[in-house]
């Protein structure tokens, strides 16, 4: 159903007519691109030094997007949010078991447990500005959760949203839904397991701040949620798939997203395989009766951002199969010199449950070294793999690359990460503090933390594999590997924030290596500092 007072300008008819027209205006003699609206919304949101000095934009406070969600009308269940997962946040970071027995069933406490680590609020403020289970940029909290589930001890079967401020479920629907989400991701799983969760983003409330540029961080601040997710269910061997290949529609029909202001991200998957689904995966998706809260008092539309949502969306099963068995074409390896064996990761027996209560981005670090085996923590921990249905032909679409400042041990310089041998390979040697913050849009975090870590993709590649709906999965795995990292940054006592950058002038910096790779998120790892310091 239509988000209330989006001021569309009719974004859907415009996007729809991009897609169709756009495709159409190669000449003949130019090769077929294979995902022409994702390499233009990367073209035209690209930031370089020149657009963000001479940017004069300005927040408009009094129409700043609400940061939650309810459903008048609806009826609610309360969570009880009681269970601790206490097994240790650096054990939990790895890949999730995608086929395992379950250690205990899925229940409603167990479900409100993992929904809690995965988006709820860890420390609630009167004043407002609650800090939330999940890292997002600028604190917009853009994206929402559902949960769509047979029948669970406490919990009928049903479609629910997830209210974090309330710790509580809105029941939007009734009846057993499974086996139409299990259409819609061509994935029979879906039907017996007992409960998939539906992420979804809300352009405005990100774009509110970052405009056009929203829609990249809709995908890593999802990707942050989704590291949350899989690592609480890691914690208690709960079996969890991540799909990022479905169709698009009645996916979004089913949780009451309009297809164009809010839409779906991701799916997960979530449990052991129990009863099928009861209903028709053929069912009618009726308009929800309930109508969400409103965002703020004049949404605004980006178009460049729902062009590429539009032309990204899957329509057919058969486009969704071609996600799940695309690969990667190997790329030329550049090898670079001085190969850096890192040591085991640092070791904390830190519960996930704690380390999450804990996290909130670091807003100033000292420049004080971390270990080796800190840095490694980072590294390895959050790199191991993630299940995903789009990763099943290549262990990631990722590369990683590393500013170090202060790693004890590790010289000051630039590396490249190569994860099948966990080593650094060093690109070029020297103190890059001030490059790095110049890299990273000119901020003090990037200069004053231990290392800087920057997940990189080869988008052409990517493209020629995935089509238009490559680039959205890269942001979510970048999102993803970010998460982790936060949590793994966390669990052994050191601070970590995501920062944006200069697309071209990361690139530019770590090539030849990096040549025709896109940066795609950055985060900066380091001690964090008590109080602000002075200038």
């Known amino acids: 159903m239509p988000t209330s007072g989006i001021r569309s300008g009719g974004a859907r008819l415009a996007a729809v007519l991009w897609t169709v027209l756009g495709a159409g205006c190669q000449g003949p003699a130019m090769p077929a691109d294979p995902a022409p609206a994702a390499r233009r919304y990367r073209d035209v949101t690209k930031h370089t030094p020149a657009s ?234 009726e308009l929800l009766p309930f109508t969400p809260t409103p965002l703020s008092r004049e949404p605004i539309d980006y178009p460049e951002a729902l062009r590429y949502h539009a032309a990204s969306k899957l329509e057919t099963a058969k486009a969704v199969e071609g996600i799940r068995a695309a690969r990667l074409e190997e790329g030329v390896p550049s090898l670079a010199s001085g190969p850096l064996l890192l040591p085991a990761p640092a070791r904390s027996d830190t519960s996930l449950d704690a380390v999450v209560r804990r996290r909130s981005s670091t807003r100033h670090f000292i420049q004080h070294p971390i270990t080796a085996a800190e840095l490694s923590a980072v590294l390895t921990l959050p790199t191991r793999g993630a299940p995903a249905d789009f990763l099943r032909e290549q262990a990631t679409l990722i590369e990683t690359y590393v500013i170090v400042n202060a790693v004890e041990g590790i010289p000051s310089g630039s590396y490249y990460y190569r994860r099948d041998a966990q080593q650094l390979e060093l690109l070029h040697a020297g103190d890059f503090r001030t490059t790095v913050g110049f890299l990273c849009l000119e901020q003090p975090l990037a200069r004053d933390a231990s290392a800087v870590l920057f997940y990189l993709a080869d988008l052409p590649r990517t493209r020629v594999a995935f089509g238009e709906r490559g680039d959205r999965l890269a942001e979510l795995e970048a999102g993803l590997q970010a998460g982790r990292t936060y949590l793994a940054a966390y669990s052994v006592r050191r601070g970590a924030t995501g920062l944006t950058f200069f697309d071209d002038e990361v690139t530019r910096f770590f090539s030849p290596r990096a040549a025709g790779q896109a940066p795609l998120l950055v985060v900066a790892v380091g001690v964090p500092a008590r109080r602000r310091p002075r200038e």
């Open 52 to 285: 963000v000095r001479s940017d004069r934009f300005g927040l408009d406070w009094t129409n700043k997007p609400a940061l939650y969600r309810s459903y008048p009308g609806a009826e609610t269940v309360a969570l009880p949010g009681t269970r601790t997962l206490t097994r240790p946040a650096v054990d939990a970071i790895a890949q999730a078991p995608a086929a395992a027995t379950s250690a205990a069933p899925l229940d409603l406490d167990l479900l409100g447990a993992i929904l809690f680590l995965t988006g709820g609020v860890t420390r609630a403020r009167p004043s407002g500005g609650d800090i939330r289970a999940p890292a997002a940029a600028g604190a917009l909290y853009p994206n929402e959760l559902y949960v769509v589930t047979g029948n669970l001890p406490a919990l009928t079967a049903g479609v629910y949203h997830y209210e974090p401020q309330d710790q509580r479920l809105s029941r939007l629907r009734d009846g057993d839904w499974r086996g139409v989400l299990a259409e819609a991701a061509d994935d029979p799983e879906v039907r017996r397991a007992p409960a998939t969760i539906i992420l979804t983003g809300i352009l405005w409330r990100s774009a509110w701040k970052y405009r056009e540029r929203a829609y990249r961080h809709l995908h890593w601040d999802g990707g942050m949620m989704l590291a949350h997710v899989l690592a609480a269910a890691q914690a208690v061997d709960l079996p969890a798939v991540v799909l990022g290949a479905f169709i698009d529609e009645p996916v979004d029909r089913l949780v009451g997203a309009d297809s164009v202001h809010e839409g779906a991200l991701a799916l997960v998957r979530l449990g052991a395989p129990g009863a099928p689904a009861f209903g028709s995966g053929t069912a009618a998706i």
